[in-house]
């Protein structure tokens, strides 16, 4: 990995290859104003301007807000297109939870937090996407408990790793957001009863060091990226930020086809 890499409290994250996956293509990085990027950023805006049930995306933690944080989309957008450009795909995807084909040319990062109402609604949306394009793209969901203001958002992404560990992760995703006001130790052992898993092995897991340092990994991968709300999504390098409609997906693909 470049000098860039996210750094995590006990563990670095995977070394990048030297060559970058020809499945990346730079449409938006240095050629950040060409048709394409620009069509998409305009639809975006467009999308964030229109309709009113788009809700305010929530405010982060302090650490994950930088003082030289973007000052607007686009400002944001190429910096987001570095990024992904220095690290590329495989460290990008890492060992995340996936859903899709992992040959997919379109890898689509979720930054998301179990108790983010606005995360749950979402996953209802994403969930429709990929039942339509699991063979185009690639799901590759990302940890970003906002702890300030929710406390059992960390809790729940530890229970969420562990259940991974079992096979288990997008069954306890969806269990989790579909309880998302009973977040809490009960709820997260039911539902490993409820999924036939090892308790023993999932309250081990949840509260060891690896589950801890996963959540940070993906935490420090979401400062590299300078996000600030949840959820937030990155599709190859085009930023989509909280509160589009289900749509801008389906269209941000077909664009990111046609341009590959």
Known sequence: ??????????????????????????????GFFSAVGVALLISLLSFMRGGDEVPIAEAPEA???????????????????????????????????????????VVLLEFSDFQCPYCARASDQVETFMA????????????????SIHPEALPAALAAWAAEQQDQFWAFHKALFANQAELSDDLYV??????????????????????KT?????????????????????????????????????EALQRLQAAQ
């Not at 470049?2 to 240095?30: C, F, H, M, Q, Y």
């Not at 993906?218 to 085009?238: G, K, V, Y």
């Open 1 to 30: 990995m470049s000098n860039s890499s996210p750094k995590v409290p006990t563990e670095s994250a995977p070394e990048a290859t030297p060559s970058r996956s020809k499945k990346w293509p730079l449409w938006l990085g240095i």
């Open 63 to 105: 650490e994950l807000a930088e003082s030289n944080a973007p000052a607007d989309l686009r400002e944001h957008q190429a910096l987001v297109s570095e990024v992904v450009a220095d690290l590329g795909r495989e460290v990008l995807i890492g060992d995340s939870p996936t859903l899709g084909n992992p040959d997919a040319d």
């Open 132 to 147: 339509d394009h699991d063979q185009e793209v690639l799901l590759v969901f990302k940890h970003l408990p906002l702890t």
């Open 190 to 211: 039911q539902i490993a009863e409820d999924l036939g898993m090892d308790l023993e092995q999932f309250n081990r897991d949840r509260a060891s060091e690896a589950a």
């Open 214 to 250: 996963a959540v940070a990994r993906d935490l420090a991968l979401a400062q590299e990226f300078q996000l600030r709300s949840t959820p937030t999504f990155i599709m190859d390098n085009l930023l989509i930020p909280a509160a589009v409609p289900s749509e801008f997906f389906a």
